[in-house]
């Protein structure tokens, strides 16, 4: 198929190597391989802990968090379940069962910044008008239900003001920084994975902040959901976000 066509990039494993080939942006995209035992393993000693994730899927659905625990255990969690394991073969032979022989990834994970105990990520809406630069037009976090290892609005996640979630962690200019910060590297990888796929012209970069407030590149999703930032209260920004959709969608 003619990538200048392709506008919907559904996996995973293909977006990630488009945008290491942009160096500058390796050092925010987490260590991702295909899965397998040796993966796996390897990735689980050097990290502790994991997310494993199918290379083409949508909401969250079959992601897997996998951790070490002491005396040689691990623990999977998945939705709002999870079992421990004594180790490590049969927390494979669990994850294969679960993976029903499906292309499956294994990516470093982020330890995510937390409010009252539940996980939260920002998602960065980047659009390309025809003939001009990506443009970076909204900005919201999502805060994961209680237990849930994912965020996405589908799975239950709400859709929450980013300075509301900062808050306790930066105070209001250096918030201003990492929102800079991230808005910058979305548009980066944006205009990475456009060289790669030049049809695409809308992209959904899941960030992640670690406990140093470092962002890392989750995911990007080419199909992004315009109408989630209807959730804040600054209708301005809801406006500008569909008003480009819908521009970009008569292409």
Same mark, same amino acid.
């Given at each position: 198929?003619?990538?200048? /066509?392709?506008?919907?990039?559904?996996?995973?494993?293909?977006?990630?190597?488009?945008?290491? /080939?942009?160096? $500058?942006? /390796?050092?925010? @995209?987490?260590? #991702?391989?295909?899965?397998?035992?040796?993966?796996?393993?390897?990735?689980?000693?050097?990290?502790?802990?994991?997310?494993?994730?199918?290379?083409?899927?949508?909401?969250? &659905?079959?992601?897997?968090?996998?951790? /070490?625990?002491? +005396?040689?255990?691990?623990?999977?969690?998945?939705?709002?379940?999870?079992?421990?394991?004594?180790?490590?073969?049969? =927390?494979?032979?669990?994850?294969?069962?679960?993976?029903?022989?499906?292309?499956?990834?294994?990516?470093?994970?982020?330890?995510? =910044?937390?409010?009252?105990?539940?996980?939260? !990520?920002?998602?960065?809406?980047?659009?390309?008008?025809?003939?001009?630069?990506?443009?970076?037009?909204?900005?919201?976090?999502?805060?994961?239900?209680?237990?849930?290892?994912?965020?996405?609005?589908?799975?239950?996640?709400?859709? #929450?003001?980013?300075?509301? =979630?900062?808050?306790?962690?930066? &105070?209001? $200019?250096?918030? !201003? @920084?990492?929102?800079?910060?991230?808005?910058?590297?979305?548009?980066?990888? +944006?205009?990475?994975?456009?060289?790669?796929?030049?049809?695409?012209?809308?992209?959904? $970069?899941?960030?992640?902040? !670690?406990?140093?407030?470092?962002?890392?590149?989750?995911?990007?999703?080419?199909?992004?959901?315009?109408?989630?930032?209807?959730? *804040? &209260?600054?209708?301005?920004?809801?406006?500008? @976000? *569909?008003?480009?959709?819908?521009?970009?969608?008569?292409?």
């Amino acid at each position: 198929m003619n990538r200048s /066509r392709i506008r919907h990039v559904g996996s995973k494993w293909s977006k990630t190597k488009v945008i290491l /080939r942009d160096r $500058a942006l /390796r050092p925010y @995209v987490p260590e #991702t391989r295909r899965i397998n035992a040796a993966s796996l393993q390897a990735m689980l000693n050097r990290y502790r802990m994991v997310y494993v994730k199918p290379v083409s899927g949508m909401h969250g &659905k079959g992601v897997m968090r996998v951790a /070490r625990t002491g +005396a040689g255990g691990y623990v999977c969690r998945w939705g709002s379940s999870g079992s421990r394991y004594r180790g490590f073969r049969p =927390l494979y032979e669990a994850i294969r069962k679960r993976t029903r022989g499906r292309p499956y990834l294994v990516q470093r994970g982020i330890r995510l =910044l937390t409010v009252r105990g539940k996980l939260f !990520d920002i998602r960065v809406m980047v659009q390309k008008p025809p003939g001009r630069k990506w443009k970076a037009t909204g900005i919201i976090g999502r805060l994961a239900r209680p237990g849930r290892v994912v965020t996405n609005y589908h799975s239950g996640g709400k859709p #929450t003001d980013v300075r509301t =979630l900062l808050r306790g962690y930066a &105070k209001p $200019a250096r918030i !201003d @920084v990492l929102m800079r910060t991230m808005a910058a590297v979305s548009r980066r990888a +944006a205009a990475a994975l456009n060289r790669g796929y030049p049809g695409v012209n809308m992209v959904g $970069a899941d960030i992640g902040l !670690d406990r140093s407030l470092k962002p890392w590149i989750i995911e990007l999703n080419t199909s992004p959901d315009p109408y989630l930032f209807r959730f *804040l &209260k600054d209708k301005r920004v809801s406006r500008r @976000v *569909l008003r480009y959709a819908r521009m970009l969608k008569r292409i």
